[in-house]
């Protein structure tokens, strides 16, 4: 072989080598984050870890349950970060989370984290429901403000309520499950079936209530507690309510298959760099140094339900058959 065809040669082989060096391994994360939330968190984990990149697959927490529990047998993902505890927990019963201890856990608050034996999911946040409450509608429609769950059944309000399809929506379901809960399951139905006479739609969004809410596509929006903090500091005319017994749940990460690469999203997911950007959007985050205080959020911790998401995940099939036979008729289409 002459000198300039080795030269070549060699330098054909320095490139592909070079190129598999650098080129970054992807890790499929499924999520149930907010749409608008994801560019973020991906843009600060590649610029620390810039040997690897995330492919987020996102939808809403029961669809992504849904389909991480359908592909138990062949699955995807490599990492599910930012869905509901009470799903976190139902895909560590079923055999699809692995046991994984990250590196950072001592500096999470326990509360927001599995708390069984051989832990496979960690807090990254708290999230609330609330009564966004459109305060010019109420005024035109002469609507009075409410202030707890039963002034919902009120007559005056027909027509005029949107809150999340529990199948659909991890926000839904949070809050039927609080009901559920903190009222008995007698009284929890009876009083779903009156909220039901005064309920325009069922949306398959946690935050699409208090949107339409902001927009005065209807009064009242039972949704998510951040969605109307922030469009409230955007100038909705909103009143941003929380009820006594109002639904709450930890959002959390897990390891579906042990790649190092998925270890260090996991880990990087718990961090407090990673932290600092939820609380940007959730006042309650598991990093115990990381705090802030939003404008316009209301003071969920005085009433929080008690909430048992190993139960959540276990009766979650049993609560969304009955509550579909019973109301899926009002829900929104499916886009």
């Known amino acids: 072989m002459n000198n300039r065809l080795m030269k070549g040669t060699m330098a054909t082989l320095l490139a592909l080598l070079a190129n598999h060096a650098f080129a970054a391994q992807e890790v499929t994360v499924y999520t149930a984050f907010e749409t608008d939330i994801l560019a973020k968190y991906k843009s600060a984990f590649e610029k620390e870890n810039p040997d690897i990149k995330i492919k987020w697959v996102r939808d809403s927490t029961g669809i992504m349950t849904a389909k991480l529990l359908a592909e138990k047998n062949n ?7 930012g869905l509901a505890g009470s799903s976190m927990a139902l895909l560590k019963q ?7 201890t990250p590196k950072g856990l001592d500096d999470l608050h326990d509360n927001l984290n599995d708390p069984q034996d051989n832990q496979a999911w960690f807090g990254n946040d708290a999230f609330f429901n609330a009564i966004c409450f459109n305060e010019i509608v109420a005024q035109q429609l002469n609507l009075p403000k409410p202030t707890s769950w039963n002034d919902l059944t ?3 309000y027909k ?3 949107a809150m999340p399809n529990p199948a659909s929506s991890g926000t839904g379901y949070m809050q039927v499950s609080a009901w559920l809960q903190n009222m008995g399951q007698e009284q929890a139905w009876a009083y779903m079936e009156k909220l039901d006479h005064n309920m325009a739609h069922y949306t398959h969004s946690g935050s699409k209530p208090c949107v339409q809410a902001g927009m005065g596509e209807v009064a009242i929006g039972i949704s998510m507690a951040s969605r109307g903090a922030k469009l409230k500091s955007q100038g909705a005319p909103l009143a941003v309510i929380t009820p006594k017994g109002i639904g709450w749940e930890s959002e959390a990460v897990g390891l579906v298959q042990p790649s190092e690469a998925a270890k260090r999203v996991v880990d990087w997911s718990i961090s407090q760099a990673a932290n600092e950007l939820y609380v940007q959007m959730y006042p309650v985050v598991g990093h115990k140094a990381v705090k802030a205080t939003a404008s316009n959020f209301p003071n969920v911790q005085a009433n929080m339900a008690k909430m048992d998401f190993a139960a959540m995940g276990s009766q979650r099939a049993a609560i969304l058959a009955t509550w579909s036979a019973k109301f899926d008729g009002k829900s929104e289409p499916k886009s």
């Open 75 to 81: 699955p995807q993902a490599e990492v599910v970060w």
């Open 94 to 100: 079923d055999g699809l989370l692995k046991p994984y």
């Open 154 to 156: 009120n007559p005056i």
């Open 159 to 161: 027509g005029h309520i």
